[in-house]
């Protein structure tokens, strides 16, 4: 006698402590196993779109902070280069490097969050509590340089709001020093650990076809084998001045593609983000870093569309303007309301607890999917 | 705890008053809902990681809200969570407390006036007791807060409803 | 790598009347504007020709043009008639490193524009949040409604620049 199956509709609701924040999947089972995932987003919906157009230009950036709260400071840089090419002025050199430093250290910060939180997701707790102590130091750097610890509004049309701390340099060499030897205690604790191996190797493989047809951009496309790098392919800023490689994903404990490539490319990062910012402070000139911010800013007619490389992917601000102090029409393209919808394919026949393990792998922080 | 040590003489007989009692029972073990919604969580995170300690408190987070009686409301409330909010709301078992955390979920915050779908402030649809101002606030000042907290329950009475 | 005037004058060989004008004038970039009903067929073109080969989808945006009349209906309140709505494409080539902007205008009292996500398929959430916030319906697409507003929300698109807010919704005060 045959057994007779139906399918099961399980919620895994808006608040749940391994979805990062207010994400609502609706996943159809078959038994154990997935058949489909149906993610409803817009509960962190705060309507930026429309303040961008209340509000002046230079108003607008305390607002795309809180976009992707993680990343504070590269947000606030992509609206500065494509503001800057929009008015075509030209900002000194000591501006360009302070602004790459303090983006490189805030690549560091967010990885370390992701994998601290992913860490946590799969049950390991200790790298964490570690990930977070490194994370108090960047933070305590970007205290005494501009005031806060989250949301900075520090890096402003055609300069920055405060100059370097006498302090910094010296406390950012000391902090290179001590972080080294942390990330190898951190590969040791959970990198080639065989439990971590077991559940995230071969699981949730990203094709390189479908990525690039989906628009996937940043370390997941990195992890499917193509060596994509914004600041390479497409450069802004001194990038082009600066030696550093681009860790791709080659599939060693599993497929090329999988959670695990998509994870280790994150550790790679953070390293090579370390060599981008010794060389910067070795480079580093003076200058004056108000000279070039305009009094009013009043571009002329015209739209342009600018993209930089965010900790997690490409990050592209669309912005239109019709010759007045406000702007008409400020579009973020943020890279993980892309990713949330390649998820569904990458879910499709494994189980309910792998459901986890790929969404931490992804990285995705839902203030930018929501605006 | 200066009451309950005093009467520590000699074996171990203390006596207090049963409000007493019960008010330092709740207040030193209060267990908060994971419940993050936006940035004001990330500090809310890092409150409860090795430097700035909640455990010492006595606070863990559980994940579900039938066993927890603290939820620290972090970051912006919009409509389409604010039905979900006051459903969780009501899941938890009494007695039970609300913390406010961040200007968002105090009054709307930054988006207070062009916010269509921003609900100004979340004391509009679950009764809160501490509000903790600052976008984001300081860890320290979430642990303030958390302290006013244990001060309004040591004051509470069984007899007495509060208000 | 080619610039926007090679690739116009391949494409106005190729489709003719559906390729309607390349603006080069304002700044910052050039863009080429299309007749919003045969867009598809000419994303597909340009993905599948052998010098092209356009990849991969950048970003896809509405916007609202504001340049009807403005008048005041029934109540007293400002709105907005007759005029333009816009979708923009940015697309590229992940292969020959070139990059491409389209622009389609469709009618404000009936917006229609046909969806690209057949050619790629990361188009499929971005023309969503365009007919959330702005209403343009995006013919043949295969699951079209809400996806950042609440499913019932009824009270409008809301990035439109005539938008009013409600005062109550499911018995919460929306105004500050």
């Known amino acids: ?371 | 705890m200066g009451l309950l040590d005093q009467e520590f003489t000699e074996g171990n007989i203390v006596i207090a008053k049963t409000e007493d009692l019960f008010n330092w029972a709740r207040l030193s073990s209060l267990w908060q809902v994971g419940f993050g919604l936006a940035c004001c969580a990330i500090e809310m995170m890092a409150t409860s990681a090795s430097h700035y300690d909640f455990d010492r408190f006595g606070v863990i987070p559980r994940p579900s809200p039938r066993q927890s009686d603290v939820i620290i409301i972090s970051g912006t409330v919009t409509f389409k969570m604010a039905i979900r909010i006051k459903r969780l709301y009501e899941q938890m078992p009494d007695p039970k407390y609300v913390i406010s955390m961040g200007s968002c979920s105090n009054c709307g915050g930054p988006y207070w006036e062009h916010g269509y779908h921003v609900l100004k402030g979340v004391d509009r649809v679950i009764p809160v007791d501490v509000y903790v101002p600052g976008c984001p606030p300081r860890p320290e000042a979430l642990l303030e807060g958390l302290l006013k907290l244990q001060e309004k329950i040591r004051n509470e009475s069984i007899v007495k409803k509060s208000a | 790598m080619k610039t926007a005037e090679e690739i116009f004058n391949q494409l106005k060989e190729k489709f003719g009347s559906s390729i309607i004008e390349l603006k080069l004038d304002k700044p910052v970039e050039p863009y080429l504007i299309v007749n919003p009903l045969e867009v598809d067929k000419i994303c597909l073109f340009l993905k599948d020709e052998n010098e092209l080969l356009f990849d991969s989808i950048m970003n896809l945006s509405g916007v609202d043009d504001a340049n009807g009349a403005k008048e005041k209906d029934d109540k007293g309140l400002e709105t907005i008639k007759g005029g333009t709505l816009s979708v923009f494409y940015h697309i590229e080539s992940t292969k020959l490193k070139h990059k491409l902007t389209l622009k389609v205008s469709t009618d404000r009292e009936k917006p229609e524009v046909v969806t690209v996500t057949e050619v790629w398929k990361g188009a499929d959430w971005h023309e969503r949040e365009a007919y959330d916030m702005y209403g343009i319906i995006f013919l043949n697409h295969p699951d079209l409604r809400r996806i950042l507003m609440p499913y019932d929300w009824e009270f409008g698109y809301p990035l439109r620049k005539d938008y009013k807010n409600p005062e109550f919704y499911q018995g919460m005060k929306v105004p500050y």
């Not at chain 1, 994400?23 to 196993?33: A, H, K, S, T, V």
């Not at chain 1, 090419?85 to 303090?102: A, F, S, T």
């Not at chain 1, 493989?205 to 496309?221: D, F, H, K, Q, R």
């Not at chain 1, 490409?314 to 912005?319: P, R, V, W």
């Open chain 1, 1 to 371: 006698m045959a057994l007779k199956t139906e399918e099961m509709v399980l919620n895994m609701g808006p608040q749940h402590p391994s979805t990062h924040g207010v994400l609502r999947l609706e996943l159809q089972l078959d038994g154990e196993i997935i058949k489909d995932v149906v993610p409803h987003i817009g509960y962190l919906h705060r309507c930026f779109e429309k303040h961008c157009e209340a509000m002046t230009y230079p108003q607008v950036i305390p607002y795309t902070d809180r976009m992707d709260y993680l990343a504070s400071m590269y947000n606030e840089f992509g609206y500065a280069v494509a503001m800057e090419r929009l008015l075509k002025i030209e900002v000194p050199e000591r501006v360009e490097y302070i602004r790459v430093i303090m983006g490189e250290l805030q690549r560091i910060a967010s990885h370390l969050v992701a994998i601290g939180t992913y860490g946590a997701d799969i049950g390991a707790f200790t790298p964490f509590l570690f990930c977070f102590r490194d994370r108090e130091r960047i933070l305590h750097l970007f205290e005494i340089t501009c005031g806060a610890r989250l949301l900075y509004n520090y890096i402003w049309i055609g300069g920055l709001s405060h100059d370097l701390h006498p302090d910094f340099i010296r406390l950012t060499k000391e902090f290179i020093k001590d972080f080294r030897p942390n990330v190898i205690e951190l590969n040791e604790l959970l990198s080639y650990n065989r439990i971590f191996i077991e559940r995230t190797a071969n699981v949730g493989v990203l094709p390189l076809e479908t990525a690039i047809n989906y628009g996937v951009s940043g370390p997941n496309l990195r992890a499917s084998g193509m060596k994509w790098d914004l600041r390479k392919d497409d450069p802004y800023s001194v990038y082009h001045k600066f030696d550093y490689d681009i860790p791709v994903g080659k599939g060693d404990k599993g497929k090329v593609g999988d959670c695990w490539d998509r994870y280790y490319v994150r550790v790679l990062e953070m390293e090579e983000s370390l060599k981008i910012i010794e060389q910067a402070i070795e480079q580093i000139p003076e200058g004056d870093i108000a000279s070039a911010i305009p009094k009013r800013i009043k571009p002329p007619e015209g739209q342009i569309y600018t993209r930089v490389e965010n900790p997690r992917g490409e990050l592209g601000y669309f912005i239109i303007s019709d010759g007045s102090l406000n702007p008409a029409r400020v579009k973020v393209r943020a890279p993980s309301f892309v990713t949330m919808q390649v998820f569904p394919e990458l879910c499709k026949g494994f189980m309910v607890a792998d459901v986890v393990a790929i969404l931490g792998s992804v990285d995705i922080v839902l203030g930018e999917i929501d605006r």
